[in-house]
């Protein structure tokens, strides 16, 4: 179940975290990997029998680049996973300074856009796109202003490309993690307190997930935004409750 054998699968800010584990649980699952990032991958592409190609999803001629080496490599493109991402602390809507929240943006959304579309054009009919939102669209919080509002679109922008390219026979979806245990991920005793498994996710775990909806078993499911939280939107854990009442 869940065979990527002879899938050929392009995965962005594959350097660590999510992205490398998602390249891992790929190549295992039988896929031809492209690992994609701006920092150096070229060991860990080698280590699982990929490719590596230095990308800078926020600029469209790389991510045109990124797809075509990944087709021109493997004569195809099957699956594309656009994970990369970036997250400013400290960014508050009353900052005079833009920058971050056009960074973000060029990062988190504008990446996105480019990799839907680069992808979708080499796929010809068939083929599966996921996303990495955030738990941020449901969820938001002081001093990340700039990250939730660059991930909270990626959720309607997966819908609209799932209907758009549906002709084409291509699902698009995303999952939108909680925090998790990455180098961008914010973990601090509140992340592990507030879930009620009284932890922060795996890499793995998130990556299990995106194997799922890149994989032909899931050919049903279409312009979803799959929410890994491990419950946390359920509401308060006692040792939430605890806290807040000892704060008192």
């Not at 508050?92 to 960074?103: G, Q």
């Not at 955030?134 to 922008?157: E, T, W």
């Not at 961008?184 to 793995?204: D, F, H, K, T």
């Amino acid at each position: 179940m869940f065979s990527l054998d002879d899938k050929v699968a392009v995965i962005t800010g594959a350097a660590g975290g999510i992205g490398f584990a998602t390249a891992t649980r790929f190549a295992a699952a039988g896929a031809r990997v492209v690992l994609a990032d701006m920092a150096d991958a070229q060991a860990k592409a080698t280590e699982i029998g990929g490719i590596f190609v230095r990308t800078d999803v926020s600029v469209e001629a790389e991510v045109e680049a990124l797809m075509q080496r990944a087709v021109d490599e493997h004569g195809r493109l099957d699956i594309a996973v656009n994970n990369a991402g970036m997250m400013i602390v400290g960014n508050r809507i009353m900052d005079e300074e833009s920058d971050a929240y056009r960074k973000q943006f060029e990062v988190n959304v504008m990446g996105v856009i480019y990799g839907i579309r680069q992808a979708a054009k080499r796929m010809g009919t068939g083929g599966a796109i996921v996303n990495t939102a955030s738990l941020a669209f449901q969820r938001s919080g002081s001093g990340i202003s700039g990250y939730v509002i660059s991930k909270a679109p990626i959720v309607n922008l997966t819908r609209c490309a799932a209907i758009e390219l549906a002709p084409q026979g291509i699902r698009v979806n995303a999952i939108c993690p909680s925090t998790t245990d990455t180098a961008m991920g914010w973990v601090n005793n509140y992340a592990r307190i507030s879930s009620p498994l009284g932890r922060v996710a795996r890499p793995e775990e998130m990556a299990a997930v995106i194997h799922f909806l890149a994989s032909d078993d899931a050919s049903w499911v279409n312009g979803e935004a799959i929410v890994a939280d491990g419950a946390i939107m359920c509401g308060p854990t006692p040792a939430l409750q605890a806290a807040a009442n000892a704060a008192e």
